[in-house]
C-alpha cells in the first residue's frame, strides 16, 4: 500500500541532522513506492534539495519566513498549514529536543494520536508497527495506527542510513508562513505609530524624526 509521506527535516550549523537521514530512510519504507516529501525551515533551506533527493525526497517544501531560527511554535504553525495543502498520510520526524516539543502540538491540531521516541518500524501491507523501548529499555513496546493521519518521531542512531537516489533532483517548493512574532510586533508599531501621528495632528504638532537604529520609528513634535 503506498502512502504519502512528510519527514520533517533539521538543520544544525549548516548541516542537515544525521536524523534526517534515518526519517527519510524509514519514511521510504513507510511510503512504499508512494512520494517522499521533505521539509526543511531556515533562511537557505532549499540548498539542501540535492543532497535530500539522494535519500529518495521528490519534493522539498522550504519554509524561510522565520529566518534561520524559528520558534517551535512557528514551525508546528507551519507545518499545521502545509499538512492542510498536501495531506499527508504520514508525518515523520526526529524524536529530537525540536521534535518532542513541535510533535504533540501538531497531532493535536490535526486531531490524530502520535507514537513518539520510536527505535524501529515494520511495514505489513496496509499496517505500520512502530517498537518503542520501555522501563528503560528492559521491555518493548509495539504500537500501530487504526485509522487517520499518521504521525511519529523517531528516536535518533536507531536506523540505518542507506542511499535510495531519486530518479531527478527534489522539486523545491517555497511556502510563505509569516513569524507570528514578528507579525504581532509590525502591529503593534504600526498601532503606536498610527496613534502618535493622530496626537500630533490633534496637537498642531508635526513629526520633525525617526530612529531607525531601534527598529521602529520614535517620534518627536515641533509645537506650533
Known sequence: MSRKVLVVGEIKDGHL??????????????????????VLFG?????YAEELSKYGAE???????????PTNEYCT??????????????????????????????????????ISDCIGLEVAGEDIFFTRAVYSGK??????????TICATLRPNNVDVSEA????AAAVFYLDVKDLKVLVKDIVRKCRLDGLL???????????????ECGWNSICYSGK
Do not use: C, W
Not at 519534493?59 to 531560527?69: C, T, V
Open 17 to 38: 541532522r544525521n536524523v534526517t537521514f534515518e526519517a527519510l530512510t524509514a519514511g521510504r519504507r513507510m511510503a512504499d513506492g508512494g512520494p517522499l516529501i521533505a
Open 43 to 47: 533562511s537557505d533551506a532549499e540548498s
Open 59 to 69: 519534493q522539498l517544501y522550504a519554509i524561510s519566513g522565520a529566518g534561520a531560527n
Open 77 to 114: 504553525e507551519a507545518l499545521s498549514q502545509l499538512i492542510q495543502e498536501i495531506h499527508p498520510d504520514a508525518v515523520l520526524m526526529g524524536h529530537t529536543s525540536s521534535g518532542r516539543d513541535i510533535a504533540p502540538r501538531l497531532a493535536e491540531r490535526m486531531g490524530v494520536g502520535l
Open 139 to 148: 521491555a518493548f513496546q509495539v504500537k500501530t495506527f487504526r485509522s487517520g
Open 165 to 168: 537516489p531519486a530518479q531527478t
Open 198 to 212: 493622530r496626537s500630533a495632528n490633534a496637537e498642531g504638532g508635526a513629526v520633525v524624526r525617526q530612529n531607525h
